[in-house]
């Protein structure tokens, strides 16, 4: 091995590999800006926070079927920041549009796995910044607090980057989650090597093992609009910001969590975009969740993978929003106490060690498992500014996978919540049809609370 080189780890291999031409392994963001950043002083900021990390130095190598990270010897900053404009009205929804069309368009991998695009109008007085990050580097919420790292809490701001920032501090409980991991490395890549040990590992009775065939033994999503064959064209939708402390007091009027109303919301949303669509709502649907294995409290230093996924059933045959509600809260209080994040970490290693069609067999078995992918992340709860320019509205999605074509992101900011979708455009033509419903499916549960309280 060359010694400027270094090997990528097991689990951003297995991301890395996943990209495929229907489903590119991107992380996308768009920051909605009030002003213009300032684009010298945007750079500086770039340079001296985001830079700190190396993996935004490093491009990958391949050799075999391994992946390395080496230093980018051409690196230019110019290669990765690109100032345009927007056609026509230069509206949300051209910005939306442009979105759709960097989210279906692979990175460079002859330079390192990222891009800035500064747009200077949006909306005639608005701006935006549309960032996007390859899945290898690392997991969407580890992401989402680097790039919020970038920023500052005041307009006049700061270049030193963020102390905090720059220290990892490990913890016990992550340690002793890591070593589950690496012993389910073998036991997941056997399992999708010989299928028909589920049923043993069920009788043995192991926590993780028994979980893993529980999944295993689920039977596949029914065949909606979300199974459809992936063209690898996507579209790009957000809706209008909720008002988290009115989330909030619904929530607890209910007697749920905020993450209970929310992910309820995009049940209700999914059933009655599905019934528009024509589609059976009488079977759930699965959803993939990402589950966070770094702690919240602790600043990031290294960047990676470190998530598990949990599979959460959205129980769309449901008409009643009381009674959503309370089918979803069900299911997290099962989820809470599950191995299933530390399993698919395990599984995720295992397949990154292992060869191609391992890992090819490994997504079409998942892919079956669940319909969409969707995030929830919770970003900072005062305003940040960029470059002079102060953030208004963040949105976040990560990747789908396999056969998976939609995905759902939900992230509060600033005292509000944003939702948004990215979807396969065999699946969803009009993403505004599905944003729309998530108001109006809040809107049902807070009318169940002023009911209860006139």
């Known amino acids: 091995m060359k010694p400027d080189r270094e090997p990528m780890s097991a689990v951003d291999t297995a991301w890395l590999r996943m990209e495929s031409d229907s489903n590119l392994m991107m992380i996308e963001a768009v920051l909605l800006l009030d002003e213009p950043p300032e684009m010298d002083r945007l750079r500086a900021v770039l340079e001296r926070r985001l830079l700190a990390f190396s993996r935004f130095r490093q491009r990958v190598v391949m050799e075999k079927e391994h992946a390395f990270w080496e230093d980018d010897p051409g690196f230019d900053l110019d290669n990765h920041i690109h100032r345009v404009g927007l056609p026509g009205k230069a509206d949300m929804a051209e910005l939306q549009a442009f979105c759709a069309d960097l989210v279906s368009t692979p990175l460079n991998f002859r330079h390192p796995l990222w891009q800035i695009h500064v747009i200077d109008r949006v909306d005639d007085d608005r701006s935006a910044l549309v960032c996007r990050i390859h899945h290898c580097i690392a997991d969407g919420l580890a992401l989402v607090r680097v790039l919020l790292s970038v920023a500052d809490e005041s307009p006049e701001g700061d270049l030193e ?186 599984m995720l290693a295992g397949l990154g060690q292992g060869p191609d069609a391992l890992e090819q067999a490994a997504l079409e078995f998942l892919s079956s498992k669940a319909s969409l992918v969707m995030t929830n992340v919770p970003g900072p709860q005062q305003s940040l500014y960029l470059a002079g320019a102060r953030i208004l509205q963040p949105m976040v999605w990560v990747p789908q996978s396999g056969g998976v074509g939609m995905g759902l992101s939900i992230l509060s900011y600033a005292g509000t919540v944003q939702f948004g979708v990215v979807a396969d455009h065999n699946l969803m033509t009009d993403p505004q049809a599905l944003v729309s419903q998530f108001r109006h499916s809040f809107e049902e549960l807070a009318a169940l609370v002023h009911a209860e309280e006139s």
């Open 161 to 346: 980057p963020p102390a905090s920032e720059r220290r990892y501090h490990h913890v016990s409980w992550l340690q002793r989650g890591r070593q589950l991991g690496h012993q389910l490395i073998d036991e997941a890549a056997e399992l999708v090597r010989h299928p028909d040990q589920i049923v043993e590992l069920a009788r043995a009775g192991w926590s993780a093992g028994a979980e893993l065939a529980r999944v295993s033994l689920q039977p596949g999503d029914p065949p909606t609009r979300l199974k459809r064959p992936l063209t690898g064209r996507k579209v790009v939708g957000w809706a209008e910001p909720l008002d988290l402390d009115e989330v909030k007091r619904v929530a607890h009027a209910l007697d749920g969590t905020v993450n209970d109303v929310l992910l309820t919301c995009a049940t209700g949303a999914l059933r009655a975009w599905l019934l528009e669509e024509g589609d059976d709502v009488t079977r759930d649907i699965n959803v993939a969740v990402p589950f966070n294995l770094r702690p919240l409290d602790k600043p990031i230093e290294t960047l990676g993978n470190q998530f598990g996924l949990v599979l959460a059933r959205l129980p769309i045959h449901l008409s009643g929003p009381r009674e959503r509600l309370q089918e979803v809260q069900q299911q997290m209080r099962d989820l809470k106490a599950s191995p299933q994040p530390w399993v698919f970490y395990g």
